[in-house]
């Protein structure tokens, strides 16, 4: 029997003794299901993002790049490895800012939400003369100290200072105008 990557990871449910796809596949860990569940859900994202951009006029070589960029642009196990990957990741690490939280009562943030509603003004600059990428950030520490800020962030900051180190550049983080980065 062939099974489909989707059919695989939706058509799981409970069977008495545990969890079993209909591909025969036992899970008896509901964590694992729902770990499953996940993974199906983003392979199918990054299956139909590849193929919107098979339907383009994007060569292969290039859909490849786009899609290698978006994997490793993952905290946990990327890193910028060309200049698009490099650009991509300090758009979206740096992209810090109050707009960002939806919910606006303070009793529900979680710490993410806490640093994104603290930084009251954020400006990436990039200085191609000097070769540097500057994040200047002002955050409300009555809001969420730098402690906090850097409990989050410094993985981002870091995975930053590489991407610009591919682009052969250097970069800056000031907060609260002081140097840190």
Known sequence: MVWSGRHLVFGCGS?????????????????????LRIAGAVY???HN????L?????GME?????VSAIGHHDESTGGATDSVSAALIIADKTDVRRSRVREKNEATFDKHDRVNYAVMDAKLKVDTEKHVIALNLQIDT???????YFEIFLGRMMMCRG???????????TANGSKVL
């Open 49 to 52: 993002t590849y193929d919107i």
């Open 54 to 58: 098979k339907e383009s006029d994007m």
């Open 163 to 173: 991407a610009a180190d591919v682009l052969g550049m250097t970069f800056k983080l």
């Open 142 to 148: 009555k809001i969420c100290t730098m402690y906090v």
């Open 15 to 35: 069977r008495g003794d545990g969890i079993v796809c209909d591909s025969g596949i036992p899970f008896h860990e509901s964590q694992e299901v729902s770990l």
């Open 44 to 46: 199918v994202t990054l």
């Open 62 to 66: 290039d859909r490849i790049t786009v």
